[in-house]
């Protein structure tokens, strides 16, 4: 399954998919980016990031993918598991800021 | 592990009231933030706070809003008098920052569910 952009908060998926969640950030001057997962009643924890000289960044059964020329950033999940099931957020930091700038949110649910 | 712990939990209070809500993050951080959730919404910058004073603020930190380290362990969020739309989850982070790469991974606690009736 694939989620096109924020526009669609919900993605659903087996267990065993590969998931990818999409996002359109805004700010052409953003530089570094993250990705945070939200489980239900916790806060969100940090997954992986990028920076923009980069387009691709590997970690486990996690990959995010970076197009700075569409200012488009996806997260893929290798074998998706149900203990994935959450809100993934993405996040951009400008140039001289710091602070983390989160998107809406894209909430993915694993069925057995 | 190490991790930012909030309380309370949970905090009901009466529109008009203040509210302080506290936060100790990870010992070795210097940079420590808040941020908001208002129910199904996305995560929101409030403040954040380096060297014992404000650094970066957003437009929704107006003056109802304070922020103080009291001790070497203690961040806290103080709303000085309530409204009904600062019913939200507030989460605290903390970080170091690498300032070679850029790099900002925030950690953030678990919240405190704000109501206000």
């Known amino acids: 399954g694939e989620s096109v952009g924020l526009h669609l908060p919900t993605l659903s998926v087996q267990e065993g998919d590969n998931s990818i969640i999409n996002c359109a950030y805004s700010?052409?001057?953003?530089?570094?980016f993250i990705w945070y997962k939200q489980e239900s009643g916790k806060g969100p924890q940090f997954i992986i990031d990028?920076?923009?000289?980069?387009d691709k960044r590997q970690g486990q059964r996690v990959t995010v993918l970076l197009n700075k020329t569409v200012k488009h950033l996806s997260l893929q999940i290798a074998a998706t598991q149900p203990g994935d099931s959450a809100v993934y957020f993405c996040?951009?930091?400008?140039?001289?800021?710091?602070?983390?700038?989160f998107g809406r949110g894209t909430s993915l649910i694993v069925h057995p | 592990e190490p991790e930012v712990t909030q309380t309370p939990s949970h905090q009901v209070t009466q529109m008009g009231q203040e509210v302080i809500l506290r936060c100790v993050p990870i010992?070795?951080?210097?940079?420590f933030y808040w941020y908001r959730q208002i129910l199904g919404q996305k995560v929101e910058f409030l403040v954040s706070?380096?060297?014992?004073?404000?650094?970066?603020k957003s437009e929704i930190f107006d003056d109802q809003f304070s922020v103080e380290r009291p001790d070497g362990s203690n961040f806290t969020l103080k709303i000085r008098s309530t409204k009904l739309e600062d019913s939200a989850m507030y989460f605290c982070?903390?970080?170091?920052?690498?300032?070679?790469?850029?790099?900002?991974?925030?950690?953030f606690g678990a919240g405190s569910r704000l109501t206000v009736l």
């Open positions: 010992s070795n951080h210097l940079y």
């Open positions: 996040a951009e930091v400008s140039g001289g800021s710091y602070i983390p700038t």
């Open positions: 706070f380096y060297n014992n004073e404000i650094s970066e």
């Open positions: 700010n052409s001057a953003s530089d570094y």
């Open positions: 982070a903390s970080s170091e920052r690498d300032s070679r790469s850029g790099a900002n991974v925030l950690t």
């Open positions: 990028i920076r923009s000289n980069m």
